[in-house]
């Protein structure tokens, strides 16, 4: 079974929201990044994000996420959007976790998310979400949407690697605990 991994900028306070307008990068959080998109050959991303990035990664020349996100699977979950034509995409329509499911179903590496902040929070009370990657940035972002609301379900993490890069950003992995 395949996993399915959800990738998120985070602020110290806990917004998940925006992050070009908060977040830093340094080399080290690249490496990171770069040795998780190695790791993927499907994406799944929300309406928004997916409309943002369609409109952003085409023509980007920032490495390697831009020849990643250009190439790679994308599975785009929306009721709203009529068509998905940015390269390798096709929507999600209808039952979303049974499509995710059936993803995971098949053999092949593992299946990212990147943003799509409505989506993972949907996958997450799903439990369809394997592992979690926080890149925590020294900010405090001061508002926007964050990841876990009021009226989450409790539940547990457990943390399978931690690294602290050269300037201060926390990328913490979690392993989600299967009810």
Same mark, same amino acid.
């Given at each position: 079974? !395949?996993k399915? @991994? #959800? *990738?998120?900028f985070? %602020?110290?306070?806990?917004? @998940?929201e925006?992050? *070009?307008?908060?977040? $830093?990068?340094? &080399? ?8 998780v998109i190695e790791r993927?050959?499907d994406v799944?991303?929300g309406?928004a994000?997916y /409309?943002?990035? #369609?409109a952003y990664?085409?023509t +980007? %020349?920032d490495q390697?996420?831009?020849s990643f996100?250009? %190439? =790679? !699977?994308?599975? @785009?979950?929306?009721?709203?959007? /009529? *068509?998905?034509?940015w390269? *390798? +995409?096709?929507l999600?329509r209808?039952?979303?976790?049974? /499509? =995710? ?5 098949? %053999? $092949?590496?593992?299946?990212g998310?990147?943003? +799509?902040?409505r989506?993972?929070q949907?996958l997450?009370r799903l439990?369809?979400?394997? &592992?979690?990657?926080l890149?925590?940035?020294?900010v @405090?972002?001061?508002? $926007?949407?964050h990841?876990? &609301? /009021? $009226?989450? &379900?409790?539940g547990?993490?457990?943390l399978?690697? +931690? !690294? =602290? ?7 913490l992995s979690?392993a989600l605990a299967?009810a």
């Amino acid at each position: 079974m !395949r996993k399915v @991994v #959800a *990738n998120l900028f985070y %602020s110290i306070d806990g917004i @998940v929201e925006a992050p *070009n307008k908060w977040s $830093g990068y340094d &080399e080290d959080m690249g490496k990171k990044i770069s040795a998780v998109i190695e790791r993927q050959d499907d994406v799944l991303l929300g309406r928004a994000t997916y /409309e943002d990035w #369609a409109a952003y990664w085409p023509t +980007s %020349s920032d490495q390697p996420f831009a020849s990643f996100i250009n %190439s =790679v !699977r994308k599975h @785009v979950a929306s009721r709203s959007l /009529e *068509n998905a034509n940015w390269n *390798n +995409s096709r929507l999600l329509r209808g039952d979303v976790a049974g /499509e =995710v499911g059936s993803l995971k179903a098949t %053999s $092949g590496r593992d299946i990212g998310t990147h943003g +799509s902040i409505r989506l993972v929070q949907s996958l997450l009370r799903l439990g369809l979400i394997d &592992e979690l990657i926080l890149y925590v940035m020294p900010v @405090v972002a001061g508002r $926007g949407r964050h990841l876990f &609301e /009021e $009226g989450d &379900e409790p539940g547990r993490l457990t943390l399978t690697d +931690s !690294r =602290v890069t050269r300037n201060g950003i926390a990328i913490l992995s979690y392993a989600l605990a299967k009810a």
